[in-house]
């Protein structure tokens, strides 16, 4: 399958690789029951998401098109859109709107996150000599030798700044915000945010099967790994679309919450006492929104009700 | 050893871990004697650049200090520190200088270069399973497993972006400058920067003993990973100086030669044919120069004395 049409599967349902089935011998399916509740009918806004997510596709088909050199930009196409989906790309941009700023605004953000996402997601997945097999996790296609998926994933990641830089993506912007967005971002994505994650992932990784589950760990890597990179999406549509710094922080609060259900549900996590955590943690993500416009917040809060629904179907 | 007594040994004398020693059954020594013409006596502008590498060590220091948690920033620093030396960073702040700019100016992204181009090495050297030996290159001493310096360099990557992009470090620039030195920065790092040049370099690694030297593949490396660093380094530090574009250019071509002639030299290579090349890029580098201020560019064309200077003692 080339990468166009895999990116087309990705893109046609915005969610589909992002969950797992759930067990139905696992106790989710009661639980599930009652959050149905919770999640409201939302077809039209799936649409708003399919939208968004077109945006960014065709973003970063235009930034990384195939094109001589092959030997560079057909790996870098490839990777790019064969990393399962994040939710925090298309936040990125549903900020920006919500506080007022054009879609297009946090475009260039919002493929620089896809992409550091999708280098991390490579370079986690390279078979370094003494990286430890797990089993909690899917086993990744390499379409590429380790030493091109390595380098491939060194090339995506100074792109993204370079997407995030050029004047020519941002002209409504000034080069302050960009300039903010930038050390959002690389903090984000840096040492203490998603690579802190994988740090915390690969520790729990060696030592699988020989401790029981460590619940600080899988709130820890949920943390860093998905809501740090939700929590800055967020801030920076809400940065780039022009907001208050207290719409920011709300919206950092908000992507905060929403990338860390992202990040249990991904994990396959079920049982009551996570449920209970997600359920939690959604009620915290809609208060962040109480002062938004109402209208707009239905939309950006499908998100949530989405990562439900598509657990409990 | 500890990074930091590492790091004393590298600043200490700032070449002297850039070259390996001359064969004296090689055709280079009666080349040698020629050149030695060619170096001026330069120990006053030794200082300069011992000065300039102190300004980017402090830098980086104070950026990444060994402070908890220890499992991020004691890797990090270590490997920043135990990458070898490249002229590059040394170069960004010359060129700065050149133009009329202050020093300090320049310091962040000379601080960022030498942690991409330490990064770009840590990367370079892990035990990917199916990387090549090589048998031209020399053996890296890992301190850490290669996961960790996997991550470590994911991590040093965003940092150097945030480094750029922090506003208290750039007081004296205007983002606009700030923005552009991340693209030429970006692209000089990327996939078709250093990345490309560690792509050929690792075709040649896998070929290596199995075809005769290879000239094209030589001048490639060296452009991609070498020249293009230090031309990106000496365009930055013009367009940080506020220099004109013309000032601009040329310094990014004098980078290109001096960066070529370190690679080289850093290879090994001492031939008649490659000393005859890399007299010709010296001649090319010191053309560019001569619409500067004489007094400034003595200094500034010392680096690539010194480089000569260095193989011929």
Same mark, same amino acid.
């Given at each position: 399958m080339d990468a166009g049409a895999l990116s087309k599967i990705i893109h046609l349902n915005p969610?589909?690789?992002?969950f797992s089935k759930p067990n139905p011998?696992?106790?989710f399916l009661s639980t599930a029951k009652s959050m %149905? $509740?919770?999640?409201? $009918?939302n077809k039209n806004h799936q649409s708003y998401w399919t939208s968004i997510n077109a945006d960014i596709d065709t973003h970063l088909k235009q930034a990384i098109p195939i094109r001589p050199p092959l030997v560079v930009f057909e790996p870098m196409h490839h990777l790019t859109f064969a990393a399962p989906e994040t939710t925090a790309p298309a936040l990125c941009m549903a900020a920006c709107e919500l506080v007022g700023g054009q879609r297009d605004q946090a475009v260039a953000a919002a493929s620089a996150l896809h992409l550091l996402h999708a280098s991390a997601f490579t370079h986690e997945n390279i078979? %370094?000599?003494?990286r430890p097999r797990s089993s909690s996790r899917p086993v990744f296609d390499h379409a590429y030798e380790p030493n091109i998926e390595l380098l491939t994933g060194d090339g995506m990641t100074p792109f993204a700044f370079e997407l995030l830089a050029r004047f020519d993506n941002l002209a409504q912007n000034d080069a302050d915000r960009v300039l903010r967005v930038i050390i959002e971002i690389s903090r984000a994505v840096g040492s203490q945010g998603v690579v802190e994650g994988q740090y915390n992932e690969l520790r729990y990784d060696e030592s699988n099967g020989k401790k029981s589950f460590n619940a600080a760990w899988l709130d820890n890597v949920c943390r860093k790994k998905d809501g740090e990179l939700h929590a800055c999406a967020a801030a920076c549509g809400a940065i780039l679309g022009g907001g208050s710094e207290e719409e920011m922080e709300k919206l950092r609060r908000y992507g905060l919450y929403v990338g860390m259900i992202e990040g249990i549900f991904n994990r396959g996590e079920r049982n009551e006492k996570w449920l209970q955590k997600v359920n939690e943690l959604k009620n915290l993500a809609l208060k962040e929104l109480k002062d938004f416009n109402q209208e707009k917040v239905k939309k950006i809060f499908s998100l949530v009700e989405n990562k439900f629904n598509n657990v409990c179907v």
């Open positions: 969610t589909a690789r992002m011998n696992r106790p %149905v $509740s919770f999640a409201t $009918s078979p %370094v000599t003494d």
